[in-house]
């Protein structure tokens, strides 16, 4: 009996496994909170793994120590004044052993956190829901004679608009389903191209495609650069910005990741007994 009924009970619980799944995978709360836990463990461990943890425990110790000092002989200005050099000397001393794993820390979480963004910052453009493409040149000269050409699941809402104080042109545009497409613009006889994406789904969008400021295409761009001797500087779509509700309140997803993985490390400094 107990063999023919365990089948049955897991088939049951299938459809529900599967839409927990799912909604872990396409959940920017979900995964974002999901994020933030394994993250915080992560970076716990990680300072842990790379850091003196009995020089920071003794420096610590120490700022502890003359921080009781001030409040004890409050009234002793001497002492006082002695506790609060040994605080700054102190404070440098622990600065200086928790800097090096901060670094191990804080550059690969920049850098994910960059990744991330391309999906969880902002939301694919929607069915029907008009949209901005603008492209910025390099002066005024090239600027009349840029030319854009469309998939046929884009169409033109509005005439083009030239914006000589700013060397750009703006397009409306549409697009009548979901895809990934391809917008392309020629301009001085070159000819470039800006992925458009259109969703009801989370997915990876990139709102600029730049010429050269490689920093700023790291953080900014998910596409290759534009053409460097090209006379097209940036094209950009308004991609509409993505805020997660949480207790009634909109919140951009940076900030909820920075609040929920702090405190998932701080929790994790506990349990596992970790100096920071």
């Known amino acids: ?4 009924l365990k089948p049955t009970a897991i ?3 299938a459809p529900a496994l599967l839409a927990f799944r799912l909604f872990l995978l396409t959940s920017p709360l979900a995964i974002v909170v999901v994020l933030s836990l ?4 992560a970076m ?5 793994y790379t850091s003196d943890q009995k020089a920071i425990k003794i420096a610590k110790d120490q700022l502890k120590a003359h921080l009781l000092a001030v409040r004890l002989f409050r009234d002793q200005l001497p002492v006082v004044m002695g506790s609060y050099g040994k605080i700054l000397r102190g404070t440098g001393r622990y600065l200086k052993l928790a800097f090096k794993p901060l670094l191990y820390v804080i550059i690969p979480i ?11 910052g902002s939301t694919p453009l929607q069915r029907n829901a008009p949209f901005l493409l603008i492209v910025r040149t390099t002066g005024t000269d090239v600027l009349n004679g840029v030319a854009l050409e469309l998939p046929p699941e884009i169409t033109m809402t509005a005439p083009a608009v030239h914006i000589p104080a700013g060397n750009e042109i703006v397009w409306r545009l549409a697009a009548a389903a979901d895809g990934e497409y391809e917008a392309r613009i020629t301009a001085g006889g070159q000819s470039v191209v800006k992925t458009v994406r259109v969703s009801s789904e989370l997915a990876r969008v990139s709102s600029v495609r730049l010429r050269g400021r490689f920093w700023e295409r790291i953080f900014t761009s998910g596409e290759a650069a534009l053409p460097q001797n090209g006379p ?12 997660i509700g949480i207790a009634g309140y909109e919140i951009n997803w940076i900030w909820l990741f920075f609040i929920l993985s702090m405190v998932a490390g701080f929790l994790f400094k506990e349990l596992l007994g970790i100096q920071i």
Do not use: H, K, W
């Open 110 to 120: 920049t850098l994910l956190i960059v990744q991330l963004d391309r999906c969880l």
């Open 232 to 243: 097209i500087e940036s094209i950009s779509i308004n991609y509409p910005e993505r805020n």
């Open 11 to 13: 088939r049951a619980q």
């Open 38 to 41: 394994v993250i915080g463990l």
């Open 1 to 4: 009996m107990f063999s023919l």
């Open 44 to 48: 716990v461990v990680l300072f842990g």
